[in-house]
């Protein structure tokens, strides 16, 4: 089969996922053409059965911000007529969904009937989507899907609570390939270690693009907390808005010595393999893709309780959940795995065998379901 993948090429959760999918339908051997402004960045340069075609937006005085849109709806035209391809998937709603929708009905006039699939990952829905400049067509678009999905029970509630959705949602949970997480340390890692935690400290970590609903504040509140108990580090990989603030946090509860601000890095599992413990305490989480990165990497979880982190983290045995800003209960939660080796270890372990249930070889069939399913209505109405 043909497959369009229509994503975007950051490190944001809904580009990994949608790389990762693709990838693999690949290795089953379908034909994946990965459509988007950049090269992905977990894609690798020649793979077999992938090709990327890149979204050029026209630039021109008159135009303050670049029409993107209509950009890729015109690549998406040009994809599925010259490649043939049999079913575009769009990852994220804005603006690939609508962008989807108006190259089906330019390609009908080309005697074409290509349907697509949305999948809906997040902030698409809970945040930019119900903006009012945007609610309208993002309602259309869904409603207008030849199949939508979502990555949680909590995203699918939230997508029927803020749109008029008379179309019908399917969730499909993300996923994690275990061979990229899992595995022992390399001489690498144990050096890693060794300079990070000289003196066996326990190691807590957190992955994020530091925006403010990732409550990075709270994470070296909890820190803090541990320390007065055990020893310990901070790892905190990524960098956004935030940073500043938190470099300064870290100034005023006098840890800055034990805390580590990496920036951005190129695969997480490097801060994964090396850590302990794992915390998440956003204020919202449509599913928590870096928590299961960590149980995949068996890493116990400390994470809050909201929106879809619940459908992952499972309480009491692959980490703990909090209410949002629970500080005192994460930290005696956090020092509950992190107290004694035999506790850590079975907490590790548990992670690991939780995230099996996520792994790749579980989610594939299932879009490929819905590729096959979309594919035989077309002939059938052909």
């Given amino acids: 089969m043909k497959i369009g993948i229509v994503l975007y090429p950051t490190f944001g959760g809904s580009g990994i996922v949608a790389t990762e999918l693709g990838k693999a339908l690949a290795e089953k051997g379908h034909e994946i053409h990965f459509i988007s402004y950049n090269h992905p960045v977990k894609l690798d340069h020649f793979l077999p059965n992938i090709r ?21 709806t015109s690549k998406l035209v040009d994809v599925t007529r010259y490649e043939n391809l049999d079913v575009l998937h769009v990852h994220y709603a804005i603006p690939h969904a609508s962008a989807a929708y108006f190259a089906k009905q330019i390609l009908k006039t080309h005697n074409i009937d290509i349907p697509f699939i949305t999948t ?13 400049s945007f609610e309208p067509v993002i309602t259309f678009s869904i409603n207008e899907s030849d199949a939508v999905t979502v990555v949680s029970e909590s995203l699918k509630r939230d997508t029927f609570q803020h749109f008029a959705i008379s179309n019908q949602i399917e969730v499909i949970p993300n996923f994690v390939k275990h061979s990229h997480y899992n595995g022992e340390l390399n001489e690498y890692d144990i050096a890693k270690r060794k300079q990070l935690a000289p003196n066996g400290e326990r190691i807590i970590s957190h992955v994020s693009n530091f925006r403010r609903v990732k409550r990075i504040g709270d994470i070296v509140r909890v820190f803090a907390k541990v320390i007065e108990k055990i020893p310990a580090r901070l790892v905190l990989a990524g960098d956004g808005p935030e940073r500043h603030k938190i470099e300064q946090l870290c100034t005023e509860l006098g840890v800055c010595d034990k805390v580590e601000l990496v920036g951005n890095v190129q695969t997480a599992s490097e801060i994964y393999r090396i850590s302990d413990l794992f915390m ?3 204020e919202t989480e449509s599913f928590g893709l870096a928590a299961l990165e960590a149980l995949a990497s068996g890493v116990p ?22 209410d949002v800003g629970d500080i005192d209960e994460m930290a005696e939660n956090a020092l509950k795995i992190l107290s004694d080796d035999a506790t850590l270890a079975k907490f590790k372990e548990q992670a690991y065998q939780h995230s099996l249930n996520f792994g790749i070889e579980e989610i594939l069939p299932k879009y490929e379901a819905i590729y096959n399913r979309l594919v035989e209505q077309k002939t059938v109405q052909s």
């Fill in 301 to 322: 979880v400390i994470s809050s309780k909201s929106g879809g982190i619940p459908e992952v983290n499972k309480q009491g045995y692959s980490g703990y959940l909090s």
């Fill in 120 to 132: 809906l990952h997040g902030t698409d829905i809970t945040l930019v989507g119900k903006h009012p």
């Fill in 52 to 72: 990327y075609h890149e979204v050029r937006p026209f630039h021109y005085p008159l135009f303050d911000y670049q029409p993107y849109e209509l950009a890729l």
């Fill in 280 to 282: 998440l305490p956003s």
